[in-house]
């Protein structure tokens, strides 16, 4: 079955440090990825998404993905990270083996980031 | 403002019972989906309605089914309650592609007892 992983559960950072979060999809076809956050006390919100084409897709808040298919990751990046960035990550797959409508969701990854 | 509404916001029931909780979608979605979080886990697929028709389903057992509504709004029912059914449920509304992403409402908090 289709599964997303999701290496990092907590990370911890200060202000301007550059972000990187891990997502790795099991092998299942043609596939569709997404991240998604939720900040505290919010519900989960897009951030981006892939479907094809530029395997660099870019989001909102500054956030941006890379696809890369040889290595089955989509990981999420940002430059420079805000106090505001704060919030849990989730990694999303839709397609494959799991089906044209569902989505996978990692088990996610929390942010916290340091004044 | 989610878009997607969903009802009641917490929720205690005992083992064994039955529950529905409720969700409005986005103005313009035709599709819902619901979700199961545990903590410390990411959502997981229960189901997703279009057209007022079961289009697909996780692996969740029977004691879970929904139902969608004419206007696109939709229940899920849990029934014979156990305690590991607690968690956070959540509802997703989308186009019927689901390929633009959901947009997910704030979720009911399920505590069995």
């Known amino acids: 079955a289709q599964s997303v992983s999701q290496h990092n559960h907590h990370v911890i950072l200060s202000e301007a440090a550059s972000l990187e979060l891990g997502c790795n999809y099991s092998?299942?076809?043609?596939?569709?990825l997404f991240w998604y956050v939720q900040y505290p006390g919010q519900h989960l919100q897009l951030l981006l998404k892939y479907f094809s084409g530029d395997p660099l897709v870019k989001g909102i808040k500054g956030f941006e993905a890379e696809f890369i298919k040889s290595k089955f990751s989509f990981n999420l990046r940002k430059p420079s990270v805000q106090w505001s960035d704060t919030a849990e990550y989730f990694c999303?797959?839709?397609?494959?083996?799991?089906?044209?409508?569902?989505?996978?969701f990692g088990t996610g990854t929390r942010l916290k980031v340091l004044a | 403002d989610a878009g997607v509404t969903q009802s009641p916001t917490h929720l205690i029931k005992t083992r064994g019972q039955q529950v529905t909780l409720r969700c409005s979608p986005k103005s313009g979605h035709d599709t819902v989906s619901w979700y199961q979080q545990a903590l410390g886990q990411g959502p997981q697929f229960i189901f997703q309605?279009?057209?007022?028709?079961?289009?697909q389903r996780g692996n969740f057992p029977d004691r879970f089914s929904g139902h969608q509504f004419p206007n696109y709004s939709s229940e899920l029912n849990v029934n014979a309650l156990l305690l590991g059914d607690s968690a956070l449920y959540l509802c997703a509304s989308s186009f019927w592609t689901v390929l633009g992403g959901y947009t997910f409402g704030s979720g009911t908090r399920l505590t069995v007892v």
């Open positions: 999303a797959v839709n397609g494959g083996t799991s089906g044209t409508y569902k989505y996978i």
């Open positions: 309605y279009y057209e007022e028709e079961e289009r």
């Open positions: 092998y299942g076809g043609t596939v569709n």
